[in-house]
């Protein structure tokens, strides 16, 4: 695991052993010994991971993370704050100003170093959401990266998995008014509830008589629909390999009983607020996929999905000895429509047309707006005499029904030519396939118009 991490410390000494440990796990260092350098170190340079010292004069590591964390060039990159104080306050002040950990002088080796590969794999797992995103177009990720989750009043959804009633009646407690509490007594029984319902976190005690807590995170992280939600382990003193173990695993956090209340909803908020971060990056990134591949006036795949895809069905279709057909749609005298009723009033016909030729298609049929007036619907397992068939359906429902536009509603006829090809036996190819298609149309279309042309050959 390769990662660039910045140590940030007043005291060279300081700065010198955390240097050699992260040398020695072949992490590349970066140093600062005041908190204005360090925020010009983040903003210029790849940094995956902040180790920030809180005792620092003029600014104190409480006032750099927080300005980190407020400015969407930086708030993604994780801080883990370093310091002498060991009072549960100054740990949830960190939290506060938006540290992802906080750790007490002297650190263990062991600690700190899972904690630095959980927040590597964290970070990088952001970087590529966010790389995704902001390579795509009509997002608005400025915007998006600039939203503060962690101040939406939206109560978190959460799961508590521990046998033990009188630990789940104080953590209940603690987060009365804080969180929507969900209670799982039994881990097996746990793991489907977490699995079938949308938490933003799940918590799990290590205190179960018959059952290994990790073995339950494990499942938890091998399964898709769990695996990246945020997992806090709720752990006893003199469990520190465990947790260590459990970090090298994949848990986001853990906290140590007696469990103290403010530093538990910080914990609990800081987890949060990052799941909803990357989460809103994965919607983003996933809209812009479909933005992509959607015609957004007919909300049809449009062609690039179709040079795509087209290319996969016919490969499905002659490897497996299936029929395939093909039909190509063109609106009758379409151009007159718009200069007549401007385009307004032929987007509307080509809105009302999309929405009859989908009703009168399967849903595993492809149809796909190719450009302007023209329509594509690639039919896989269909013979060319039941697309024929269909393609005949399809012209009725368009010229039977006038089309309404405008604000009055008036009412105009609208007509449309289709040609039909299919997938022929022996040697074909897709560009023939289409070509055969807009061969037939182009005959329907001469032909007098709002017709069915099938091409066999």
């Known amino acids: 695991m390769t990662a660039r991490i910045l140590v940030v410390d007043d005291i060279p000494a300081n700065v010198r052993l955390l240097e050699v440990r992260l040398l020695a796990e072949y992490f590349e260092v970066l140093t600062a010994t005041n908190g204005p350098d360090a925020i010009e170190t983040c903003e210029n340079g790849k940094v995956d991971v902040v180790l920030l010292d809180v005792m620092m004069p003029d600014m104190d590591g409480f006032e750099v993370c927080r300005r980190l964390k407020s400015d969407p060039a930086t708030s993604h990159i994780p801080v883990v704050m370093i310091t002498a104080l ?49 390579t795509t177009r009509n997002i608005g990720i400025e915007e998006l990266l600039s939203r503060n989750f962690a101040s939406e009043d939206t109560t978190p959804k959460v799961l508590l998995i521990d046998e033990r009633k009188s630990s789940v009646e104080r953590i209940q407690k603690m987060l009365r008014d804080r969180a929507d509490l969900d209670i799982a007594s039994d881990p097996h029984a746990g793991f489907f ?41 709720l752990a006893e003193e003199g469990e520190e390999e465990r947790i260590i173990r459990g970090l090298e695993l994949g848990i986001n956090d853990y906290l140590m009983r007696p469990i103290d209340q403010q530093e538990l909803t910080a914990r609990l908020r800081t987890q949060v607020r990052r799941k909803r971060y990357n989460d809103q990056l994965r919607a983003s990134v996933t809209q812009t996929i479909e933005m992509a591949v959607t015609d957004g006036l007919t909300g049809l795949h449009n062609r690039r999905y179709l040079d795509s895809h087209l290319q996969t069905l016919f490969d499905r279709a002659v490897a497996r000895r299936r029929p395939l057909s093909v039909m190509i749609t063109d609106l009758d005298r379409f151009k007159a429509i718009n200069d007549t009723y401007g385009h307004d009033g032929g987007d509307e016909v080509l809105r009302e047309f999309a929405r009859r030729l989908r009703k009168n298609v399967r849903g595993i049929d492809l149809a796909c707006r190719f450009g ?29 029904a006038p089309f309404a536009i405008g604000p009055d509603g008036k009412t105009i006829e609208v007509t449309v030519s289709v040609g039909v090809s299919s997938v022929l036996k022996g040697v074909d190819t897709v560009a023939a396939l289409m070509k055969r298609a807009d061969l037939a149309l182009y005959e329907a279309k001469s032909g007098g118009r709002n017709r069915v042309v099938a091409k066999a050959a």
């Open 86 to 134: 060991d009072q549960v306050s100054d740990r949830v002040r960190g939290l506060e100003a938006g540290a992802d950990d906080f750790l007490t002088k002297p650190v263990n080796d062991l600690q700190l170093m899972t904690r630095v590969k959980s927040l590597v794999r964290l970070k990088s797992l952001t970087d590529e959401l966010r790389l995704r995103a902001s």
């Open 193 to 233: 509830q977490a699995a079938e319902t949308p938490y933003e976190c799940v918590m799990i005690s290590t205190a179960f008589a018959d059952f290994d807590p990790l073995r339950l995170c494990s499942q938890l992280r091998s399964l898709d629909r769990t695996r990246f939600m945020p997992i806090i382990l």
């Open 372 to 400: 302007g007036e023209e329509f594509v619907v690639v039919m896989p397992d269909t013979e060319g005499v039941v697309a024929e068939k269909v393609a005949e359906r399809i012209r009725a429902e368009i010229a039977q």
